[in-house]
């Protein structure tokens, strides 16, 4: 069995990079399973940082729906996989279905899956949840998901870690 590593915090609060930090450190090769697409040029520019930044021993793995499934598929192949982020997951799914309860049974499968990975997995999701109360139905429905997501899969993971400022607390 290996480890499950959750990462959560703020924007730009260093979470993607303790990911990273974090990886590395068990060797090579390393899988990157991205969620995000990239449907501007803002976007493409956020995914080609990352992918810059990150440099060799990495393969990226796009995957912007299936999830679980691209998880199981990675397990084995790498020292470890790092998916970045679980929060842009949650926003292709609820806008393929716009129905949170069927997101929820995907986190559900994610999570069940978790204890039976051989190969390390991080985790990397945006803490929304700190905030205003959002003045609009589905930006509340969307924190309201991403807060329950954010529970079941600390709630799974081996080791849970929030970033503040760059600097990482380990919750678990």
């Known amino acids: 069995m290996a480890k499950t590593i959750f990462i ?5 609060s260093g979470k993607s990079r303790l990911a990273e930090t974090l990886a590395v450190g068990f060797g090579t090769p390393l899988c990157y399973l991205a969620t995000g697409e990239a449907r501007d040029a803002e976007m493409a520019d956020r995914i080609a940082a990352h992918k810059a930044r990150r440099g060799e021993g990495w393969q990226t793995v796009e995957e912007p729906l299936r999830l679980a499934e691209a998880v199981k598929d990675a397990d084995g192949r790498f020292r470890a996989v790092l ?56 930006a509340r429905s969307f924190r309201d998901l991403a807060g329950r997501t954010n529970q079941i899969l600390a709630a799974a993971a081996d080791e849970v870690y929030v970033t503040f400022s760059g600097i990482p607390l380990r919750l678990k």
């Open 8 to 12: 959560t915090g703020g924007a730009r």
């Open 83 to 138: 998916v970045d982020c679980v929060t842009l997951w949650l926003t292709n799914l609820l806008l393929a279905s716009d129905d949170p309860d069927a997101v929820l049974d995907q986190v559900r499968a994610l999570a069940e899956i978790l204890p039976g990975l051989t190969t390390p997995l991080l985790l990397v999701s945006n803490e929304v949840g700190m905030g205003i109360v959002p003045d609009n139905a589905l």
